[in-house]
């Protein structure tokens, strides 16, 4: 990545906000990792926060809880999270000890620091990936990798040069439900698989509302970053950010529909590989939600099979296995009958999949049941993490042709080895977006 931004400026401009509390992890100074970003057995982790909004706090409240951790540093473009987020450190420490920053690329020029957590608007993954893996850090990156494949496919390649440990946030892949599912599916325990179909979220649409006056506190320009400038609204600034698409793809993606596109990814083994075409359509409502509220997408598979990526509301209209109370969940359909699966619930036809136990000689996933102590362990001995950089651009590829497919109304066909739709020149326009300066890759 090259910013053009100078250090004046850079010091001057913190990322204090909305972008969340920025926590970035520390990982071991330089004389206690053996070879390159690998941590060794008996020392502790350094860890920072990029973010710590809802979704950063609660990840910096988990790694709190290991002894073999130690939060040292916070970045959130917004003071007051910021401040929060540093109590809640030295609280749980008994000093003061913890370092705020307003800019990310300050925290990331830390030498102690062994690795970040971030969870930061989609709009800004790539920056802060791309500088954490030239750093050095390990990173445990809130979903989805990227806005938009050019900078999945960047960041990828970055992430490799350097060698650095990447978990995804996709956490169901450390669930034993999610797990299980996916083993009966590549052990052919459903027979010949048809379909999967995937529950996603949807919103209520939310008129524009009036500019406001930005909060004292909050770099608001820090927080649009490469985004296009907008008038400062306080929804625009939520957790609901991941509803408008200079931020995020929606429900598609980042607000739900990652998770389950990645399970389904996992079970048809296609970490390095994908659909080869999609269709679809869908509604995006008037208002400052502007991303897909009403879905239905086609992907297909080489081998035939089908993903339907709908919204829930219209599963449970369409689909009876979706009429349950957990409906943002996933459906596997074969030949020898069907498996759903979402958080905390399973049902099947017949009922005694539910009972199938994996044999010894069958295939098995590698096991995780905590995502986090899954990356401190990658981190620690360069193991490979569950949700790797790989599975995580594979994943987000099928949301972005999915997106790009009802923006355009058009059916695509896609070339999984050069990443590209083939012979389609409008769509391939859509794998990139314009950044605003002097945020570039």
């Known amino acids: 990545m090259t910013t053009i931004y100078n250090r004046r400026k850079f010091v001057r401009s913190g ?3 909305a972008i969340g509390t920025m926590v970035l992890p520390t990982i071991l100074p330089a004389g206690v990792i053996s070879g390159r970003n690998r941590i060794m057995p008996n020392d502790r982790i350094n860890l920072g926060f990029i973010g710590v909004g809802g979704m950063g706090t609660g990840h910096l409240r988990s790694f709190l809880g290991y002894d073999d951790v130690r939060v040292v540093a916070i970045c959130d473009v917004k003071k007051e999270q910021r401040d929060k987020a540093k109590n809640t450190v030295d609280t749980r420490y008994g000093n003061n000890e913890c370092v705020t920053y307003n800019d990310f690329r300050e925290l990331l020029a830390r030498k102690d620091i062994d690795g970040i957590v971030t969870a930061t608007p989609d709009h800004w993954h790539a920056l802060i990936g791309l500088e954490a893996a030239r750093q050095g850090k390990a990173m445990y990156f809130e979903k989805p990798v990227t806005l938009t494949i050019e900078e999945a496919k960047i960041l990828r390649s970055t992430v490799k040069r350097y060698n650095t440990c990447f978990q995804l946030g996709t956490q169901q892949r450390s669930d034993e439900r999610f797990r299980f599912v996916t083993e009966m599916v590549r052990n052919g325990r459903l027979g ?4 999967i ?23 608001y320009d820090m927080w649009l970053g490469p985004a296009p400038l907008a008038p400062y609204n306080e929804l625009r600034c939520t957790r609901n950010f991941t509803l408008i698409d200079d931020y995020s793809l929606g429900c598609i993606s980042g607000a739900w529909g990652i998770h389950h596109v990645d399970i389904a990814q996992w079970a048809m083994d296609a970490d390095n590989s994908g659909p080869v075409d999609v269709e679809g359509t869908g509604n995006i409502p008037e208002g400052l939600y502007n991303t897909y509220h009403t879905f239905e997408v086609e992907h297909t598979y080489s081998n035939g099979v089908k993903l339907l990526h709908i919204d829930h509301i219209t599963a449970r209209k369409k689909i009876p296995q979706f009429n349950v109370p957990t409906s943002m969940g996933m459906l596997f359909e074969g030949t020898e009958g069907w498996l759903y699966v979402a958080r905390g619930f399973m049902d099947a036809h017949p009922k005694s999949l539910m009972n199938a136990v994996i044999g010894p000689n069958e295939f098995k996933l590698p096991f995780s049941n905590n995502h986090h102590r899954n990356f401190l362990d990658a981190a620690r001995n360069g193991s490979k993490t569950i949700s790797t950089i790989d599975s995580a651009v594979k994943s987000e590829i099928v949301c972005q042709q999915a997106y790009i497919a009802m923006r355009l109304g058009q059916k695509l066909q896609w070339d999984n080895e050069n990443e590209i739709f083939i012979n389609n020149e409008a769509a391939n326009k859509l794998l990139s977006r314009p950044r605003r300066g002097p945020w570039f890759l």
């Open 192 to 195: 010949q698989m048809k379909r």
């Open 15 to 17: 990322l204090t906000g």
């Open 197 to 219: 179909v995937i529950g996603s979220a949807s919103f209520t649409p939310t008129p524009m509302p009036p500019e406001e006056k930005v909060p004292e506190g909050f770099d």
